[in-house]
């Protein structure tokens, strides 16, 4: 018998023996001093539009969980626009929750603000296991102060840049697309599709973020926003201003000449990476991807595209904490909580089914034991929730997949800084003002739309006003301190 037939069959009588005993408010239940009472019930938040099936999932999800862990989780996702905010209205008024999704920026501020439990202490007990499973780069990244305040996804290291281009037309020319390693060399190739091809937007750009930076060996040392970045290969970890670099006024003056060209879509400065017409064809695109570029930017796009990777292989803390399950430092059930984060990361049935949904409802497994789905109505957000390298792999996906990934983390390089914590909070005026004049210039410079020799020492000055000179002297001296304290160790 199949295990859903077994989890069907079990669900009615466990969750009628469940409320019969009465279920309190979301997060209030407590265990008797006798063990009698209900069973404990976490509550669970993530990122994630709420599925049709999100209910048929959770209940799955907690017959498992009581027969295995002896305690259920209230699933709750909360969507793209709104998450941030929930989980700030969370923290400010003590709302009860116990575990939540959370990211770089996210998980460091709100581990220095002491509102993650440390979870330091379950990595050798309760966590073993994860912690074994989990890569140790990942684990350098989440270290904050030393302690470890989430548990970062385990999947690809590092998110490199990739171009993207359409299979049909580099077949059509016989493209040899490694002919062409930067943005500056593909002119020729530009020129002919913008020629032979007059219905291909030649070279798609939008205002989103494209890490432009690491393409040309920079990383930044905090975020985008702020562009004071390194050099990967520079072991000093000198910060400079990106904007002041031979290699981005290069790169601003080739865009620009690409717009005037033509080959760049005229919207660009205007235009978000997903907002997409269904009657636009593009040649090239420029974003960041994993392993097996190919097959998910074709279904990401809909179309079959082949890429060519353009940047190197960089683990840094950003990319290594884009996706971390962390524990509400107010939980009142921290044991509990450790026992889900290790389940998620070690037990398959559990991983697999956050992330497909139920065998039997939302997908079955072909004769190669891969995922096919039956239903739209529910998809995990894979980056969100645990270890991929336990997932099955959907049907058209190389069935060898994860063994693709470890071989791409394992030639991925460590960032000078991978773990270094910015503390920037005494200098929060200073950051705001940089992000603005950034958000005013970097839509219409970064798409090529604007003549650099006007706009670049316009940006500039207002930068220095801005105050990224203090930003650039404070984050070199916090380096620094970090790295001499690293070598005394």
């Known amino acids: 018998m199949d295990r859903y037939r077994i989890v069907r069959r079990l669900l009615p009588f466990v969750l009628v ?242 717009y005037i060209a033509g080959y760049i879509n005229e919207d660009a400065s205007v235009r978000t990476a997903f907002s997409r017409f269904p009657e636009e064809k593009v040649f090239l695109r420029v974003a960041s991807g994993g392993p097996e570029s190919d097959v998910s930017f074709s279904s990401t796009f809909g179309y079959p595209i082949v890429t060519q990777c353009a940047s190197d292989l960089v683990v840094t803390s950003e990319s290594a904490l884009g996706g971390v399950m962390a524990v509400n430092a107010r939980t009142g059930h921290p044991e509990e909580c450790a026992v889900f984060l290790n389940a998620v990361n070690t037990d398959p049935d559990i991983r697999n089914l956050l992330n497909y949904g139920v065998e039997g409802i939302h997908y079955e497994l072909n004769d190669d034991g891969q995922v096919v789905y039956l239903t739209d109505n529910y998809r995990g957000v894979a980056y969100t929730q645990g270890n991929w390298f336990i997932l099955k792999t959907v049907a058209g996906e190389n069935r060898d997949k994860w063994d693709v990934y470890q071989e791409f983390n394992d030639i991925a390089i460590e960032s000078p800084l991978l773990g270094f914590i910015p503390d920037l909070s005494d200098f929060a005026a200073e950051c705001d003002n940089v992000g603005q004049v950034c958000r005013r210039y970097e839509n219409a410079l970064m798409t090529g739309t604007v003549d650099p020799d006007e706009f670049l020492p316009k940006l500039q000055e207002a930068l220095e006003q801005a105050g990224i000179g203090i930003l650039q002297q404070e984050l070199q001296r916090q380096i620094h301190l970090w790295m001499s304290s690293r070598r005394e160790r």
């Open 17 to 258: 023996a469940f409320l019969a005993a009465g279920c309190g408010e979301e997060g209030e239940q407590e265990r008797g001093s006798e063990g009698l009472d209900e069973p404990v019930r976490l509550v669970y938040y993530t990122i994630g539009e709420p599925d049709e099936g999100l209910e048929q999932v959770e209940e799955a999800l907690n017959v498992l969980l009581l027969e295995r862990y002896g305690f259920t989780v209230s699933y709750n996702r909360v969507g793209w626009n709104d998450y941030e905010a929930k989980l700030d209205s969370l923290f400010s008024t003590n709302g009860k929750f116990d575990i939540a999704f959370a990211w770089t920026d996210n998980y460091v501020e709100n581990a220095l603000a002491g509102n993650w439990l440390d979870l330091t202490a379950y990595m050798e007990g309760i966590c073993t296991e994860t912690y074994e499973a989990v890569n140790e780069k990942l684990w350098k990244a989440a270290a904050v102060n030393g302690c470890i305040y989430g548990i970062p996804t385990n999947k690809e290291l590092a998110v490199p840049m990739y171009f993207l281009y359409d299979r049909e037309l580099v077949e059509k020319y016989d493209v040899d697309i490694g002919q062409y390693p930067t943005l500056e060399s593909m002119e020729p190739l530009l020129r002919i599709i913008s020629s032979e091809e007059p219905e291909y937007i030649p070279l798609f750009l939008a205002n989103s973020n494209v890490n432009f930076a690491s393409m040309g060996g920079y990383e930044y040392v905090t975020y985008a926003d702020i562009p004071l970045v390194i050099r990967t290969g520079d072991a000093s970890a000198m910060v400079v201003n990106l904007y002041e670099t031979a290699y981005y006024r290069e790169l601003l003056d080739t865009l620009h000449q690409y």
